[in-house]
């Protein structure tokens, strides 16, 4: 991860890219004796390793046109603006694979079944943003190609929509966290695609402690109730583990965005900038953010209010085992938490916006934004985003904890959001199952009957040619003495014949 | 000092060994511990061989030459002079070559001693004769010389499939030989056109051909050696019958014979060096590239449906025998020096593979996947091995095989775009073939022929796959050691510039 960071050429970047990916594999599969591990484990690679696949190639088109892979020269070259275009487009596709946006996206929540650690620290935190890291360090190469830069924005808007929507109805505690942090990551592309580079990072940033948080006290209470993790069990687990809850609460309405916690201050500029564009879809983009903070109101709290407030259900009390004082687990796991619930809480004071911003200032000379909303504008969306959050929270609030509101019953959709919008499917019929028959078509037609029978068949030949010649061979003498004759015939003829 | 004889010395080394436990009549202890002495001996003269070579001179060194046959005498004075000579030097791709012939052997006969192969002496001078003609086939720089040992690399190989093979030995046998013999017969054929018209039979002054008939009749018996697509007819069979060790040496090394000849012969001999004329490497390029390309993407939609383990890593070979002959024919200088890392990285690591494969036999009596699985509980240094093989071999980014791959996808990309598209496609099949053989050997459930008491690698065993799997750490950190001292300026670097015309039918 370091050297995917500091790498000064893009071939070293390229490296630390793989390599995050290889320990991601390692890790997702650390449970290697349980089938659906080492399933996720190799799709995710797979996955990624089509991404490398197109960062290499735009890697290529650099080789060719530059001889070098350093970002200086790079960023320099005097490229045909349609060599722009497949360089950025190489490089978004391993951005994309990377950080489980769309189309790339299944592997993300299938990597769930690693250890919680994993899933806060690379498939949270870290690794998974390396995309987002991506177009900020090369934004270069994206400002020459705006147009693929807007449709990694577009691709973002769409990513944190999509992704808000299936978390409402999954009822894994990890893979709602992990649908979130898709989402979240939408945001990021969102934010370095139309050229808020600093908001993009400093979200990155934010996103990290709170989601670390948030996995880690998911982690607790899966720890704590003997690896359930179906949140429909898991009713009043607060009253048995305060410290867990009220850590989980910091990160959840840091993720929400609801000020003072962090989530507010870098969440709110990404969607100013977007509308800072001034163009149509600008706008769409602006209105895919507040909507998107809709839904992670409704999300987040449908967790928090099936999982934590009220009495424990039978079935956590029936489970749940103390560890520590208070019911918790042991203190080398609550300090980290508590870290990370004092860096969600405080972690987005570093800037905002509007008024403060030495994040941005920081950043300027690396990567200087090329979207400036006005801070009217930044004002306005603040308002707009904290208030869909929380109506959202209050939506979720109505339907799981005072169930006044019914969840409208529309069996089509709710059948589309569990299956994932069957992305899972397509891809199975698109390229899995195609490949798999191509494989065994190639054996089954080509190899076992042209090529290798082909092979025996030169061999059956050769032995019956053998065969027939050897009959030649009689052992009698006048047969011998006829084909010498016969032979001499042949070449004193050829001899007259040349003369 | 004088380093020539250095040259000689790796060639009549293992012979001269082969020759000693062949006719000593010693114990089994005795025979095998003498052919992995000579083993060591042979990497200890490469290592010296390789220090001793200058990597800034792009001319042949260390090479000694001698008359063999075929020279002016009184009674032929109005004939040409054949010029066939004992002819050996190399060249610093040769050097890396050498090398992995040397490592490679090394590792396979200590194994062969491992597990204890009958009738010790025939099969040690067997493997050190092999070394020895597999040596002399990268250092030969005169084509009879080069035909003598590539035809010798055979008898042995012959023998150790057909005496120490599996239940289906025979079959593989004859299919190998037919294969590798019809192709070799249309090179020899074409090597005594080639010398008669040239009027020598040296490679290194030797005059360019413009003769597409003769590239044609090279390219064939390097085509089924490497093995290309469709000339991989042999390749299944052979690979699953021979003993693991000796799978491994086919195609960890002799495989690369065949890229070899590629590189030194079909390539030099029938290219203008000055670009003025589209000789036939030129004029066969795309022709080559395309099947090349074919062996990539054949090899690796076999290698993901391949049932056991060792049809895995055959078919790999024949993807990563198409990859690297899309880097010697991509024309670019990036592409050959990543062809030959990729030749090297490629050849310890399909050696490592088949000899765990073996390991994994001995254990289980079968390389089946569907008997297979859960081996990696309770045997860490297996699954270590085979994780870090495995993705070695995936070229996982970071990897000598990530070197190689790049440096060649990125030469043929010089060439066009498609051929680094198709490349890159190679690569996400390669991550599914490779995941899928280490998951169905290491992970889920306990296969049915896996016992509790299959033992993990054992210390003899480690002994010998260690040093490899440290040999493709070092290049994974370093590759630029074999990539760029490999090539001095352009390939081929002709001396002699004239181009002959053979008149051929």
Redesign the interface.
């Known amino acids: 991860m370091l050297m995917l960071v500091e790498g000064g050429n893009l071939?070293l970047l390229?490296?630390?890219?793989?390599?995050v990916?290889?320990s991601s594999?390692?890790l997702i599969?650390f449970w290697?004796?349980?089938?659906s591990a080492?399933r996720a484990?190799?799709k995710a690679?797979?996955m990624n390793?089509?991404g490398?696949?197109?960062m290499?190639?735009a890697?290529?088109?650099l080789?060719?046109h530059t001889n070098s892979l350093s970002f200086e020269k790079a960023f320099g070259a005097n490229l045909s603006s349609s060599t722009w275009n497949w360089v950025a487009l190489g490089l978004l596709g391993g951005a994309v694979a990377k950080s489980a946006q769309i189309p790339l996206q299944t592997w993300l929540p299938d990597a769930m079944e690693g250890p919680t650690p994993v899933s806060a620290l690379i498939h949270a935190a870290t690794m998974v943003t390396a995309g987002v890291y991506l177009i900020a360090r090369t934004h270069v190469i994206f400002e020459h190609a705006r147009t693929i830069e807007l449709i990694a924005a577009g691709t973002g808007a769409l990513t944190l929509l999509v992704a808000g929507l299936i978390a409402l109805v999954q009822t894994d505690i990890k893979r709602v966290i992990a649908y979130s942090t898709m989402s979240q990551i939408g945001y990021m592309f969102l934010g370095v695609g139309v050229g808020a580079y600093s908001s993009g990072m400093f979200h990155l940033m934010t996103h990290a402690f709170f989601k670390a948080l948030l996995f880690m006290t998911a982690g607790l209470a899966i720890h704590a109730l003997a690896g359930e993790q179906d949140i429909r069990n898991m009713r009043g687990l607060g009253k048995l583990m305060p410290i867990t809850k009220w850590c989980f609460l910091a990160g959840a309405l840091a993720l929400v965005g609801v000020p003072p916690f962090s989530g507010f201050f870098s969440k709110d500029s990404i969607v100013a900038a977007a509308a800072g564009l001034h163009t149509w879809y600008g706008w769409v983009f602006w209105l895919c953010g507040i909507a998107g903070a809709l839904l992670t109101g409704l999300y987040t709290f449908r967790l928090w209010f099936l999982v934590f407030p009220g009495e424990p259900s039978a079935f956590v009390l029936e489970h749940h085992h103390k560890q520590g004082r208070f019911g918790e687990g042991p203190w080398t796991m609550l300090l980290p938490v508590g870290v990370l619930a004092v860096l969600a809480t405080v972690g987005g004071w570093l800037q905002w916006s509007p008024i403060w911003h030495p994040f941005t200032n920081w950043l300027h000379y690396a990567t200087p934004n090329i979207v400036e909303p006005s801070s009217m504008l930044e004002y306005l969306t603040s308002v707009a985003t904290v208030a869909a959050g929380l109506a959202g929270i209050a939506i979720a609030w109505a339907i799981y904890a005072e169930k006044t509101l019914a969840i409208p019953k529309v069996p089509a959709l709710q059948q589309l959001l569990e299956n994932k919008f069957y992305f899972d499917e397509l891809y199975d019929r698109l390229f899995y199952a195609p490949?798999?028959v191509?494989?065994?078509r190639?054996?089954t037609e080509?190899?076992e009957p042209?090529?290798?029978q082909?092979?025996?068949d030169?061999?059956q030949t050769?032995l019956d040619t053998g065969g027939v010649v050897r009959r030649i061979q009689t052992g009698v003498l006048r047969t011998y003495v006829f084909f010498l004759a016969a032979g001499a015939a042949a070449l004193v003829l050829a001899f007259l014949i040349a003369k | 000092m004088s380093t020539t004889f250095l040259t000689s010395i790796l060639i009549w080394l293992p012979i001269a060994g082969a020759i000693v436990v062949w006719l000593l009549p010693l114990s089994r202890y005795a025979t095998g511990s003498i052919a992995v002495l000579a083993s060591l001996i042979e990497v200890g003269f490469w290592i010296e061989q390789a220090s001793r070579f200058n990597f800034h001179s792009s001319s042949l060194q260390m090479s000694e030459q001698a008359n063999w046959f075929g020279t002016t005498g009184p009674a032929h004075h109005t004939r040409p002079e054949l010029g066939i000579s004992y002819h050996v030097g190399v060249y610093g791709f040769s050097v890396w070559l050498v090398g992995l012939t040397a490592v490679a052997m090394a590792a396979c006969i200590g194994y062969g001693f491992w597990v204890g192969r009958d009738r010790p002496r025939a099969y040690f001078a067997l493997m050190l004769l092999l070394t020895g003609a597999t040596v002399g086939v990268f250092e030969s720089q005169d084509l009879i010389l080069f035909y003598a040992f590539f035809e010798a690399m055979l008898i042995p190989l012959y023998i150790l499939i057909g005496v120490w093979g599996g239940a289906k030995r025979m079959e593989a046998t004859v299919k190998f030989v037919i294969y590798t013999m019809a192709g070799s017969l249309i090179m020899l054929a074409a090597i005594v056109v080639y010398g008669l018209h040239a009027g020598t039979f040296d490679l290194v002054h030797g005059p360019t051909s413009a003769s597409r008939w003769l590239f044609l009749g090279f390219m064939l018996a390097f085509a089924i050696k490497a093995p290309l697509f469709p000339f991989h007819g042999w390749l299944p069979d052979s690979y699953r019958e021979a003993p693991p060790e000796v799978t491994a040496v086919l195609s960890g090394v002799i495989a690369k014979a065949g890229l070899y000849g590629m590189l030194r012969i079909a390539i030099p001999l029938f290219t203008d060096p000055t670009g003025s004329q589209v000789l036939p490497a030129q004029f066969y390029r795309t022709a080559i590239l395309a099947l090349a390309a074919a062996a990539l993407v054949y090899g690796s939609f076999l290698a993901f449906r391949a049932p056991d383990f060792r049809g895995v890593v055959a078919y790999s070979s024949l993807a990563q025998s198409g990859l690297i002959t899309l880097g010697l024919f991509s024309g670019t200088t990036l592409g050959l020096n990543g062809a030959v890392l990729q030749m090297v990285a490629h050849g310890l690591v399909s050696v490592s593979l088949f000899l765990l494969a073996g390991v994994v036999e001995r254990r289980t009596t079968t390389g089946d996947f569907a008997l297979l699985g859960g081996m990696a509980r309770g045997r860490p240094v297996l699954a270590t091995l085979l994780m870090a093989l495995g993705v070695i071999s995936l070229a996982v980014p970071g990897s000598a095989n990530f070197a190689g791959e790049f440096l060649i996808l990125a030469g043929a990309f010089k060439l066009h775009w498609w051929w680094a598209v198709i490349g890159a496609g190679a690569i996400v099949l390669a991550a599914m073939y490779m995941l899928r053989l280490i998951s169905a050997v290491l992970h889920e459930a306990r296969g049915s022929t896996v016992a509790d008491e299959a033992m993990d690698v054992r210390p003899g065993e480690l002994a010998l796959l260690a040093p490899l799997v440290a040999g493709l750490l070092l290049l994974s950190a370093w590759p630029a050691a074999v990539s760029h001292h490999s090539f001095v300026g352009r390939w081929p670097n002709q001396p002699n510039p004239n181009v002959i015309r053979t008149p051929l039918p």
Do not use: C, M, N, Q
């Open positions: 071939l390229l490296v630390g890219w793989g390599l990916g290889l594999y390692l599969g290697h004796e349980k089938p080492v484990a190799k690679f797979v390793a089509f490398d696949a197109t290499a190639l890697l290529f088109i080789i060719a490949a798999s191509l494989a065994a190639l054996r080509i190899e042209v090529i290798l082909g092979g025996t030169i061999g050769a």
